[in-house]
């Protein structure tokens, strides 16, 4: 089991940044992914960023590429989204998820993330 708590959101004007974390604990290992989605009013739930625990790799969204970061703390089992140049388009619940041992699919998928926060909200206004 993994435990996952997200933070940091709040609302904020177009053009401001924030920073949302994700402290993890329970079974984590280094070969899993986290990764960060959100979800706007009446619409699905869609792909924000994802990093590998071990290796960092990093995987992006088109529509947030070059504004938003992912990172991880690996001593403090934290991931951490930095958002930058916020768009009212980025107005979402964010979730932070977690790899487990029934996931499958690519990293972008919902299906990869066996386990979720209860989500942050963040809203942006023009």
């Known amino acids: 089991q993994v435990q996952l708590v997200e933070s940091g959101g709040g609302s904020v004007q177009a053009g401001d940044s924030l920073r949302l974390s994700c402290a993890a604990s329970?079974?984590?290992?280094?070969?899993?992914?986290m990764g960060w989605f959100r979800q706007a009013p009446g619409k699905e739930r869609e792909f924000v960023a994802a990093i590998k625990w071990g290796a960092g790799n990093t995987y992006y969204a088109d529509s947030v590429k070059g504004r938003f970061t992912i990172s991880r703390d690996n001593a403090k089992s934290t991931v951490y989204l930095q958002m930058n140049s916020l768009k009212p388009e980025d107005t979402a619940v964010y979730y932070c998820?977690?790899?487990?041992?029934?996931?499958?699919?690519?990293?972008?998928?919902?299906?990869?993330?066996?386990?979720w926060g209860q989500g942050t909200q963040v809203t942006v206004s023009s």
């Open positions: 329970g079974r984590i290992f280094s070969t899993y992914v």
């Open positions: 998820a977690s790899e487990g041992p029934t996931g499958w699919g690519t990293s972008t998928s919902e299906e990869r993330y066996d386990y």
